[in-house]
């Protein structure tokens, strides 16, 4: 019950040493490389997963934009198969850190305005300033489409940071009040405990959700530049 509120968010060390990468390593390993020409069930789940997810996803995509397939893909899972390892207990969730969504976030929104300004240089300069502005108003949109565009990695990495970081002390908060409540009411601390159990399954689509959500914009942002 000592237990400092943000602990759970604390890089975790060993030996004095920072093992953040060997953290965001770790997840790689729940995706194995079929070796068989027959899979088992979890594999071939994971196969049918990831088919899905990437059909719908790179469907609006040209030639292009499908290029960049492999990558999207990947974050998709480093993302979810990262949220979800956090929610067991004694865990570190790296996505925690805004630190390292916006290490994600910044070069993938770079990649994709300068894949735009490669391919589509007049559209991309043309979204700086819609059709049919008065001229008054021509230097103030300007100014607002252009820091609207830098505001958008940041929109990313803190979005993900929120929602992950939120779920998390709520958990924190209802668990330690169940254990309080156990002292003092029975029925009060099973209501908590139930309510507490639906939030962790809240908690587990929260994990997926958000996973999609990331990799949905860098492609919506993907789309809009090739």
Excluded: C
């Excluded at 997840?27 to 994971?46: A, C, G, K, V």
């Amino acid at each position: 019950m000592n237990e400092n509120l943000f602990s759970s968010f604390v890089t975790p060390t060993m030996m004095g040493l920072p093992i953040i990468i060997v953290i965001t390593m770790f997840p790689s390993i729940m995706f194995p490389s079929p070796n068989r020409l027959i899979n088992n069930r979890l594999i071939s789940i994971q196969q049918w997963l990831v088919r899905l997810t990437s059909k719908q996803m790179l469907s609006i995509h040209n030639q292009k934009g499908q290029a960049w397939a492999l990558m999207l893909m990947s974050l998709i899972l480093f993302i979810g198969s990262t949220n979800l390892l956090g929610l067991l207990p004694h865990s570190f969730t790296p996505t925690t850190q805004l630190s390292l969504n916006l290490g994600m976030a910044i070069p993938l929104w770079a990649g994709t305005v300068i894949t735009g300004f490669r391919y589509k240089t007049k559209a991309s300069l043309a979204h700086f300033l819609p059709q049919g502005t008065p001229p008054p108003l021509i230097p103030m949109l300007v100014i607002i489409e252009t820091i609207s565009l830098f505001i958008q990695p940041m929109a990313l990495a803190v979005r993900l940071t929120a929602n992950i970081t939120a779920g998390h002390l709520l958990i924190h908060l209802i668990g330690s009040a169940t254990l309080t409540l156990m002292n003092i009411s029975t029925i009060t601390a099973v209501v908590t405990f139930i309510i507490l159990l639906l939030l962790t399954i809240l908690e587990f689509a929260v994990a997926l959700i958000q996973a999609y959500v990331f990799t949905l914009l860098v492609s919506l942002y993907l789309h809009d530049n090739t």
